[in-house]
Structures are given as C-alpha cells and as structure tokens.
C-alpha cells in the first residue's frame, strides 16, 4: 500500500530526462529545462525559476539574516549558508579528492582544487591570452590592463585592485594576524600567506617545470624559473637600464641603485659619481681649485 501510495505520489513523468515528480515538482522541475523563470524581484528585475529562490534574493535588499550559528552568533541568509559555516566550528572536511586524498569543507573548494590536477584553464585574458582557472581570477586580472583599484582604504586611500587584497591591507593597520600555523605557531595576515607557509612544512612541491623537471612551492617560482629557459628579461631597473629575470632582483637593484647615487653624491655641487673611486676624484678636483 506504501509503495502504491509513493507510486501514485510521483505520477508525472518529465519527458526529457525521464525523472518522475508529484504535480507541484514537476511544474518546478520542467523549468530546469527551459529558461522561464517567472518570479521577479520589484527591486532589481531579477528573475527567479522558483518562489523559493525569489525569497532567498530579497534577503540580499532588506539585509535580513534569519539563520544565526549558536557557536559565533553570525548571521546567515540562508541555511544552507549556516550549514556550510558550521563544518568550520566542526572541522569536518567531507569532500575528498580522489587523486591526491586532500580534503575539503565545501564542494566548490573541491571543484577548484580538481582543476590543478586538470590544468584546466576555461578562462582567457582577451587582451594578454593568459587563462585562468575561475571566472573571477580574470576579473581581477583585467584590471591590470584597465588600472582600476575600486577598493580603496578609507585609513591611508590607497586602493587595491581586489577586496581580498583591502582586506589583507587593513590588517597593517589594525596589526591582526588571525591566520596562525598550527606547526609552529607563526601568524599571518592573509590566509594566502599562511598557504605559502605550510608548504615549508610539508616539502610539497607541486609546481614542476616541463624542461627541466624542477619542482617549486609557488606557481610565481615556477613562472621566475621558466625564464630562465626563455631568456625573457622582463624586469628593467630605471636606474641603470639593467633587465632581470626577477621583480625581487629588480627592486634590490633599485634599493643598491638609490643607495650609491646618495653615497656617491658631491655634497658641494650635488654631482653624482658612478662608484667611489670616482667620487675621491671628483672630490680631488675641488681641493685643487
């Protein structure tokens, strides 16, 4: 009779994917298949397949947060929100990798951690050709190209390319570091900084150049090393018209530069001299005068 009952429950069969609902999942579910959505919010004209996800947008106008975490007293919009929130009171980690046992607290973590492993790279720079892993990794990357900082701290003005890096800023100020190493209790700013730090501790290498099968903590290491193989010089001081491999070894150029010319500076005719022996002459030349 139970089984009769579900039976009748679900009577309606869609006829593209073959999924059986009851009448109301199936008015819902035929929507997934064409682009009807029918619910419209009267404050931004967005549009909504179901009623449900309509309530959940005007959330986002009025600010309202009915889902409150009894560990933290944060404040969610949607449960499922809160749920997500809770595996980091909880610590759990139930979304495993397959190829390399790594484990994470949301399924979007592991979506983009799977596409390290594919080297998959869907999204491309239509000005420079370089292709990123997600949508909003170009994002940020076309505003090197346009120079837009939108995100601007209101204690020094200076403005940042993306709210992460603000973000990351504002903890210069406050001098939070609320990221810490559980292996040697080193603190850090940003949790990307605390990511570069674990690697000293597991050795891991993941980043490995195709020429030479050399391995590096950091994607930026790899990308410092490949140029060694091309040739590419794409770092010039301004000083000395000199072209390095390396931004760090440009600006350490930059600092030797400034020093010397301050060194190497006549305080009476405020002629600069290229190195010390110079500088003595140079110096000689007004004793005769």
């Not at 682009?35 to 009623?51: A, L, T």
């Not at 951690?113 to 997600?134: D, G, S, Y």
């Not at 570091?177 to 940003?190: A, I, L, V």
Request: aromatic letters at 10%; charged letters at 30%.
């Amino acid at each position: 009779m139970a089984a009769e009952k579900r039976t009748r429950r679900k009577s309606f069969k869609c006829s593209t994917c073959k999924k059986a609902f009851n009448a109301k999942s199936a008015l819902n579910h035929r929507r997934v298949h064409s682009d009807e959505r029918p619910y419209k919010c009267s404050q931004c004209n967005k549009c909504f397949k179901r009623v449900t996800y309509l309530n959940q947008h005007l959330r986002v106008h009025s600010d309202e947060r009915p889902y409150k975490c009894t560990h933290c007293n944060k404040y969610f919009r949607q449960s499922s929100h809160l749920q997500n929130h809770l595996l980091i009171h909880s610590g759990e980690k139930p979304y495993k990798c397959t190829q390399c046992d790594k484990c994470f607290r949301w399924s979007t973590d592991l979506k983009r951690h799977l596409l390290i492993h594919t080297n998959e790279r869907p999204f491309k720079c239509a000005q420079c050709k370089k292709c990123f892993r997600l949508s909003a990794h170009l994002q940020n990357h076309l505003r090197i190209h346009s120079g837009e900082k939108p995100y601007k701290c209101t204690l020094c003005e200076k403005c940042f390319r993306c709210s992460s890096h603000l973000q990351d800023h504002l903890r210069i100020h406050s001098g939070v570091r609320p990221y810490k190493c559980t292996q040697c209790d080193k603190c850090f700013r940003g949790s990307s900084h605390l990511k570069r730090h674990l690697l000293i501790h597991t050795n891991e290498r993941p980043f490995k150049c195709a020429q030479c099968k050399k391995c590096f903590r950091l994607s930026s290491h790899l990308q410092d090393h490949l140029r060694i193989h091309s040739g590419e010089r794409p770092f010039q001081c301004t000083q000395c018209d000199k072209c390095f491999t390396q931004k760090q070894t440009l600006h350490d150029c930059e600092k030797r530069s400034a020093r010397d010319k301050e060194r190497f500076t006549c305080w009476m005719c405020d002629e600069y001299c290229y190195d010390h022996c110079g500088y003595l002459y140079h110096m000689y030349k007004h004793m005769q005068r």
